[in-house]
C-alpha cells in the first residue's frame, strides 16, 4: 500500500535516507554529460530538490532511486568522539542511472550528512562498483538463517543472492 511504501521510504532524519531522480534531472545530466563527460551528481537531492518530497516533475517521473539507513554506534572511551554514524546501503533502484553513478551520489550525500562509514553488503549486482569506489572488505562474516529454506551443499556466490530488509 501507499502507507507501507512511506513508511519504508519516506526520510526520517538518523533513521533513513532516500533520494530520488527525477526524469528532468536525468535530463539535465545528460546534458552536462554531453557538455562536459563528467561526474556530476545525478540524485534530484543534489541538484537542488530535497529528499523524500514531491517535486515538480509530478508523479510518475521518478527513474532511480537510492536510500540507506543510519546505524550508529557509541564509541567508549574517546574524549572526542562519542559516536560513530554508519550508513548502510539499503534500497537501489538504479532505472536509468547507472549503479556505480547512483552509489557514489549516495556516498557524497552521506558524507554531506556527516556519516562516518556507508556500507555495503557484497550482493547481486554490487561487485559492479565495490571495488571502483573503494569499498573496503569487512573483516567479518554475516551468517543468515534462510528460514524453511532448503539449500544444496554448495555454497551461494554472492551475486546469486539477494536480500531484502523490513
Given at each position: 500500500t501507499e502507507d507501507e511504501v512511506l513508511h519504508w521510504f519516506l526520510p526520517q532524519p538518523l533513521v533513513i535516507d532516500t533520494y530520488v531522480v527525477d526524469r528532468a534531472a536525468?535530463?539535465?545530466q545528460q546534458q552536462q554529460g554531453?557538455?562536459?563527460?563528467?561526474?556530476?551528481?545525478?540524485?534530484?537531492?543534489?541538484?537542488?530538490?530535497s529528499s523524500g518530497s514531491s517535486n515538480s516533475a509530478g508523479a510518475g517521473?521518478?527513474?532511480?532511486?537510492?536510500?540507506?539507513?543510519?546505524?550508529?554506534s557509541s564509541v567508549l572511551g574517546h574524549d572526542?568522539?562519542?559516536?560513530?554514524?554508519a550508513a548502510y546501503m539499503y534500497y537501489t533502484v538504479p532505472g536509468v542511472t547507472p549503479l556505480p553513478q547512483l552509489m557514489q551520489d549516495a556516498l557524497?550525500?552521506?558524507?554531506?550528512?556527516?556519516?562516518?562509514?556507508?556500507?555495503?553488503l557484497d550482493l547481486l549486482e554490487n561487485s559492479f562498483f565495490l571495488k571502483?569506489?573503494?569499498?573496503?572488505?569487512?573483516?567479518?562474516?554475516?551468517?543468515?538463517?534462510?528460514?524453511?529454506?532448503?539449500?544444496?551443499?554448495?555454497?551461494?556466490?554472492?551475486?546469486?543472492?539477494?536480500?531484502?530488509l523490513l
Open positions: 536525468q535530463q539535465q554531453a557538455d562536459q563527460n563528467s561526474s556530476k551528481s545525478t540524485t534530484a537531492a543534489s541538484n537542488g530538490n517521473n521518478i527513474v532511480s532511486m537510492v536510500s540507506f539507513y543510519t546505524l550508529p572526542e568522539h562519542k559516536e560513530l554514524r557524497i550525500l552521506a558524507a554531506g550528512k556527516g556519516y562516518d562509514v556507508f556500507n555495503a571502483d569506489l573503494k569499498f573496503g572488505i569487512g573483516d567479518g562474516s554475516l551468517h543468515y538463517y534462510l528460514y524453511n529454506w532448503r539449500m544444496s551443499d554448495a555454497p551461494l556466490e554472492p551475486k546469486q543472492l539477494g536480500l531484502i
